[in-house]
């Protein structure tokens, strides 16, 4: 199933390669679309997966040591994943090399490239200290440097949107942290579906009343993170209108935020798991997981896309009207093309990772 | 550990340094030269810019953005929403006393583009001169300069061309913006189209940096206003007429 997605968002990445741009929802507007939704998603759940090896690792809670490996393995296929789509949708992908050998160091793009890359290379390093037991002493200092390059990672890709002074809804500092509170949710979510999905559901007992409890304390910090980030733009960052019109506009966005994030995304998890629904089995965990990995693409689209759609000011206290959409809300409908593509980037994650977990011996029961 | 088990590790071990090296090398070793030919033949001895006053500037008229059009080369492709715009023009009304303003917008060619900033390859980029410029070569495509711009004066090529001018090199997947028409002012035109074309005199180039230029002369007596000036982005393009 992974690999029929995988070709068929290769499909979609090649016909827009092809034809260009315009076959997709994305125009002159809403310059960055569903790929780019799914790309940061993935980025920072592969930030957020790796959690689990650093708590035991880095913080020597050994109940979590047999799942560092599966840890490390979810966490760069999500990378793999993640900025596989966003490569497939840049307007020149046949650049790649331009991109890894011309930096702008001013650019906080360029840094996470080099971010990424890194992030990856130390992912693979820190699983050799798992598998093999002569590198077992290089295992605590790897995972140092692993949990710092992964906070700087997340915080490197909140501040591609908290650098842009140009728009309302993202110049605001709390967008990188916000992001690396984000991370341990939506990556954990993430580590617990591939788990389920692979672990014998008698293996899964063991583990499974821990990591569902971390799972809710993680959610509830991501939902408080977000408040304070909605409230602080609200009354303390001059950005009222924008938060008028992504909370309560008459667009899709507030149905997305409210409706999406806060009560399927958040509210419905925490109760399924405040009342441990179905004994926490696998099913159940599951349903649970892919309510927050869908509440949390919900949310970055109503951030990524609301924030564009939301028109700039030329001259304060001016509507303004123009050819070009100026001071218009800008619409915008993904493609299928787009969506294909994001799927894509979701399947090559898992297939990898499924890859991985076969080859390997990544599992906690695996000898 | 039998000798399989052996040759194995060895092998990921060998597979794994390769794969880490491939990842993080061309960050510390391949830095090939960056374009250092950009900004080669001009001098920041000048500073390029133009100076609108949006009284003169017509309701309707829109001879600046045709001008823009036809010098480089631009036309309608799969409509507005994402056909390159390089110029055009705003109407802005004021919400409490209805006051209505016309003015043209373009690339501001800013002394401090948000643009060159976040641009990861360099693409975006400003001559000694202070016109903003994309490196057509090196442009990946990322759209992030266009999330940056306060203005919205960049446009993405969203199709296939084939009628591209010479002087005027432009390419599917890649972005761009006006170039203040570069091509004229090194081949010593001193001029843009869209200031040409203008019917009203309400658009004026010159030199910013030259106390004795008439753009610094117009500016000393009558001022000048920056679009979202909080910003601080020192821009090239500068506004009479419009509210401090």
């Known amino acids: ?367 | 550990m039998n000798k399989i088990d052996q040759y194995r590790r060895k092998f990921l071990g060998a597979a794994s340094a390769a794969f880490v090296g491939i990842t993080i090398a061309p960050g510390i070793l391949l830095q090939a030269g960056n374009a250092a030919t950009a900004g080669q033949g001009v001098s920041d001895a000048q500073r390029w810019g133009l100076l609108i006053d949006t009284n003169r500037c017509e309701p309707g008229c829109d001879a600046c953005v045709q001008a823009c059009n036809k010098e480089n080369g631009l036309r309608s492709i799969h409509g507005p929403k994402t056909d390159a715009q390089w110029i055009r023009k705003v109407s802005l009304k004021n919400r409490k006393n209805g006051h209505v303003l016309n003015m043209p917008v373009m690339c501001q060619h800013c002394a401090k583009a948000p643009c060159v900033d976040v641009c990861p390859t360099g693409a975006s980029f400003k001559r000694a001169d202070g016109i903003v410029l994309v490196d057509k070569h090196t442009c990946i495509g990322c759209r992030y300069c266009m999330m940056a711009c306060p203005y919205k004066a960049r446009s993405f090529v969203h199709e296939k061309l084939t009628d591209q001018l010479p002087h005027a090199p432009r390419g599917k997947g890649t972005v761009e913006s006006c170039t203040l028409c570069v091509h004229k002012i090194d081949r010593g035109d001193n001029t843009t189209a869209c200031v040409q074309a203008c019917p009203h005199g309400a658009m004026m180039f010159g030199d910013l940096n030259d106390p004795d230029s008439a753009i610094s002369k117009q500016i000393k007596s009558l001022g000048s206003q920056q679009l979202r000036k909080k910003l601080d982005l020192d821009t090239g393009v500068r506004y009479q007429g419009i509210p401090v």
């Open chain 1, 1 to 367: 199933m992974s690999l029929i997605l995988i070709i068929v968002a290769l499909f979609a990445a090649l016909n827009m390669e092809h034809e260009g741009h315009y076959i997709t929802g994305m125009d002159n507007q809403i310059v960055w679309g569903v790929p780019h939704v799914v790309a940061i998603f993935l980025i920072i759940s592969a930030s957020g997966a790796l959690n689990i090896a650093s708590i035991a690792s880095v913080f020597g809670r050994q109940f979590y040591t047999p799942l560092s490996r599966l840890s490390t393995v979810v966490a760069i296929t999500l990378l793999i994943g993640g900025l596989s789509v966003i490569l497939l949708d840049l307007g020149r992908p046949d650049r790649l090399l331009i991109a890894m050998t011309y930096f702008n160091f001013s650019s906080i793009f360029a840094w996470n490239i080099i971010l990424y890359t890194g992030f990856i290379g130390i992912g693979i390093i820190y699983l050799w200290t798992m598998l093999d037991w002569q590198a077992d002493k290089y295992r605590k200092p790897v995972g140092i440097i692993a949990f710092c390059w992964r906070l700087i990672l997340t915080a490197g890709t909140g501040s591609i949107f908290g650098v842009l002074v140009a728009r309302e809804a993202y110049d605001i500092v709390i967008m990188a942290p916000m992001f690396i509170v984000l991370s341990l949710g939506y990556g954990l979510a993430c580590y617990l579906l591939v788990m389920c999905l692979f672990l014998p559901e008698q293996s899964w007992q063991v583990f499974k009343h821990r990591l569902s409890r971390l799972l809710a304390v993680f959610i509830v910090c991501g939902l408080a993170t977000s408040l304070f980030y909605h409230g602080a733009n609200y009354w303390w960052f001059d950005a009222q209108a924008v938060e008028d019109f992504l909370l309560f506009g008459d667009d899709i966005y507030p149905w997305l935020i409210w409706g999406g994030y806060l009560i399927l995304g958040n509210i419905l998890p925490l109760l399924l798991l405040g009342f441990h629904f179905n004994q926490n089995s696998q099913a159940s965990t599951l349903l649970i997981s892919s309510l927050v990995i869908a509440g949390g693409l919900v949310h970055l689209y109503a951030l990524i896309i609301g924030g564009q759609a939301y028109p700039m000011p030329l001259i304060e206290g001016y509507d303004s009207t123009s050819s070009f959409f100026d001071g218009v809300i800008a619409s915008y409908s993904p493609s299928q093309w787009e969506i294909m593509l994001g799927l894509g980037g979701f399947a090559l994650s898992l297939f990898l990772a499924g890859f991985t977990v076969r080859v390997f011996r990544i599992l906690p029961e695996s000898k």
